[in-house]
T-cell receptor
Framework: DSGVTQTPKHLITATGQRVTLRCSPRSGDLSVYWYQQSLDQGLQFLIQYYNGEERAKGNILERFSAQQFPDLHSELNLSSLELGDSALYFC?????????????FGPGTRLTVL | ELKVEQNPLFLSMQEGKNYTIYCNYSTTSDRLYWYRQDPGKSLESLFVLLSNGAVKQEGRLMASLDTKARLSTLHITAAVHDLSATYFCAVDITGGGADGLTFGKGTHLIIQP
């Protein structure tokens, strides 16, 4: 157990809908990262937050957005969902968001879009 | 664009044998990460390699980093069934600050008794 929690574990929804994925980092970690894992794209970095501020952006679609709250938990919002958004979404956290930090991954949320 | 290539992508080996997984990356970086993923599970951090020539060992796994060759290796010694998993290497996307990781496609390792 990495200490990173994610809810829900599974999510099934329909195309065109909007969902919110939630992540709580390890105690003491200030940085949160979101990743998407799918069979065709592999593991892709989406976005990073550090202490409430957006720090870096990866291959995140415009339909997706995220935020980190004062208590350091983070939410990833996915809207106008398409079949291709079906994937495993991981949240990771690290202490200070510096390059040498180990990123600890949560258990993931499996999203299925029908 | 940073590219991270692992090979092989699939490896089936017998218990007791030794083998090496290779990870090549396309731009300068002196920080390389190895993760393990079991089917349907999350990623578990194995090694963080922070400088040229870095070598780390944990049990039957040993990882090394050659930043000049832009190559990292994960060596498995006397493999056992419990090491069956998918192994990913990953590199920081840029050198300028804290960013997400770029992952290789993973090496799916099956160790047969």
């Amino acid at each position: 157990d990495s200490g990173v929690t994610q809810t829900p574990k599974h999510l099934i929804t329909a195309t065109g809908q909007r969902v919110t994925l939630r992540c709580s980092p390890r105690s003491g970690d200030l940085s949160v990262y979101w990743y998407q894992q799918s069979l065709d794209q592999g593991l892709q970095f989406l976005i990073q937050y550090y202490n409430g501020e957006e720090r870096a952006k990866g291959n995140i679609l415009e339909r997706f957005s995220a935020q980190q709250f004062p208590d350091l938990h983070s939410e990833l919002n996915l809207s106008s969902l398409e079949l291709g958004d079906s994937a495993l979404y991981f949240c990771a956290s690290s202490v200070a968001g510096m390059q040498a930090d180990t990123q600890y991954f949560g258990p993931g949320t499996r999203l299925t879009v029908l | 664009e940073l590219k991270v290539e692992q090979n092989p992508l699939f490896l089936s080996m017998q218990e007791g044998k030794n083998y090496t997984i290779y990870c090549n990356y396309s731009t300068t970086s002196d920080r390389l990460y190895w993760y393990r993923q079991d089917p349907g599970k999350s990623l578990e951090s194995l090694f963080v390699l922070l400088s040229n020539g870095a070598v780390k060992q944990e049990g039957r796994l040993m990882a090394s980093l050659d930043t000049k060759a832009r190559l990292s290796t994960l060596h498995i010694t006397a493999a056992v069934h419990d090491l069956s998993a998918t192994y990913f290497c990953a590199v920081d996307i840029t050198g300028g600050g804290a960013d997400g990781l770029t992952f290789g496609k993973g090496t799916h390792l099956i160790i047969q008794p």
